[in-house]
């Protein structure tokens, strides 16, 4: 700084000296013999070192504005910048968050509708199948002169050409088979859903009302068969069903209070020394009618 002072010092006391003022004192036709010249009045210069470091000083000051000034303004204009970059991506954040709220609304609805759907067409087939059920009978029951109409015992219910029983007392499934075979007929054979639609129907509904039928995989794991000795197709099982949980070689219905089962998913496997109801089936011919103990 001081040195930069000095610089202006000599600078500005060359002009002076310079200056066109001094020759006034030396003017070649101003002399003793010239034309008196009447005085000029000599404005005295303005000397010493203060006036110019305050110059310099004034000077520094204005430069430091200046920078500063430039300073604030380009950061004023970086953080501007940063803010509009900061505030689109958080608006294209709001708008993503927008898409994906919307889309698992909309995941959330096709399930629904999907759950709707499955419910819709199982009450379908639950309809149809008692439709058929109960139109069975009333073909049966036309009678002719030469084919008398067909009957069932007191408490049996007839479907098709069978007649079906269900208990009120719990026994094994061994003991259950034993018992309808003293009836003339034989644990259930479920072979169509209209005849699962029908059987179901004739359930009581309760906390876990469990009932035999006549179909087991005690001879060969996972190889079911009906007690007449055919095999299984198909069936009538509910889902994860059967599972052999812990040796469950018995096959049952279930009927509870919960209305979203449905007859065509009703069917578990058990041991087969459970007591439970059981369901009883007998073929009968036109004309049959006997009365048979509970």
């Known amino acids: 700084m001081s040195t930069t002072n000095a610089a202006c010092e000599g600078m500005y006391s060359k002009l ?10 030396h003017r070649p036709d ?3 013999s010239a034309h008196p ?38 950061a004023q204009n970086k953080n501007k910048s940063q803010g509009g970059g900061e505030e689109t991506s958080e608006i294209q954040k709001q708008t993503q968050d927008k898409n994906v709220s919307a889309l698992v609304a909309s995941i959330s609805k096709l399930q629904e509708e999907k759950k709707q759907l499955q419910k819709e067409k199982d009450e379908l087939q639950e309809k149809l199948a008692a439709k058929s059920a109960t139109k069975a009978p009333e073909v049966i029951k036309l009678t002719t002169k030469a084919t008398p109409a067909i009957s069932c015992p007191v ?14 007392v719990t026994r094994d499934w061994a003991e259950s088979k034993s018992y309808c075979e003293s ?11 209209e ?11 309760g906390h876990w009302n469990a009932f035999w039928i006549g179909i087991s995989d005690e001879q060969t794991e996972d ?22 949980h812990i040796n469950e070689d018995c096959g049952y219905i279930v009927k509870t209070r919960v209305m979203e089962r449905v007859a065509i998913r009703s069917w578990y496997d058990a041991p ?15 004309g049959t009618s006997t009365a048979m103990p509970h």
Not at 16 to 25: F, V
Not at 54 to 74: E, K, R
Not at 183 to 193: D, E, K, P, R, V
Request: contains cysteine; proline residues 7%.
């Open 223 to 244: 190889h079911w068969k009906w007690v007449d000795g055919t095999s299984l197709v198909g069936g009538f099982w509910e889902v994860g069903e059967p599972n052999n």
């Open 183 to 193: 009836q003339g007929g034989h644990l259930a054979i479920i072979l169509t859903a």
């Open 37 to 74: 010249v009447s005085p000029v009045r000599v404005i005295p210069r303005p000397s010493g070192p203060g006036i110019y470091r305050l110059a310099t000083i004034c000077l520094a000051t204005l430069c430091a504005i200046l920078l500063i000034s430039i300073i604030a303004v380009a």
């Open 155 to 168: 408490d049996w219910y007839l479907f098709n050409s069978s007649c079906y029983y269900v208990s009120r």
């Open 16 to 25: 002076i000296d310079d200056s066109p003022y001094d020759d006034l004192n």
């Open 272 to 286: 087969c020394s459970m007591n439970w109801r059981y369901i009883c089936e007998k073929e009968v011919g036109p």
């Open 195 to 205: 005849e699962q639609t029908f059987v179901w129907g004739l359930l009581p509904r």
């Open 30 to 32: 101003v002399g003793p």
